[in-house]
């Protein structure tokens, strides 16, 4: 059974900055891993993502601020989130997925698997 596992969330001010961290287990080689937000109301929006060679992706609306990356194990997945802004506050997600060719199908948030999520708040 596929786990993710987030944690780092914090409240910070704006400016500030996170390192989001994942704990992948059994998960098969292949897939495209990326982080997720979602805001109370809004819908899931997809904020970075890193596939299977290790090209990054990012939303326009964050790149140049947040960086994804994996250790070398693939084991965990970082997000860096610099400068962050009281727009950014949600509860962000860890995913996975590999149905579809590449990493960016999956900016809708619609990963086969997720984490239980961790809570980045932004105060102004």
């Known amino acids: 059974q596929v786990m993710l596992a987030e944690s780092g969330g914090d409240s910070v001010q704006t400016g500030g900055s996170l390192r989001l961290s994942c704990a992948v287990s059994?998960?098969?080689?292949?897939?495209?891993m990326g982080w997720f937000r979602q805001a109370p109301g809004e819908a899931r929006f997809g904020v970075a993502a890193?596939?299977?060679?290790?090209?990054?992706d990012y939303a326009d609306s964050v790149k140049g601020r947040f960086t994804i990356s994996q250790d070398s194990t693939k084991n965990t997945l970082f997000l860096q989130m610099n400068d962050l802004k009281p727009e950014d506050t949600a509860m962000y997600y860890c995913?996975?997925?590999?149905?579809?060719?590449?990493?960016?199908?999956?900016?809708?948030?619609?990963?086969?698997?997720r984490g239980q999520g961790t809570r980045v708040t932004v105060s102004p």
């Open positions: 059994r998960l098969p080689s292949g897939y495209c």
């Open positions: 995913a996975a997925d590999r149905r579809r060719a590449g990493c960016r199908p999956y900016f809708t948030g619609d990963f086969e698997y």
């Open positions: 890193i596939d299977r060679d290790g090209m990054p």
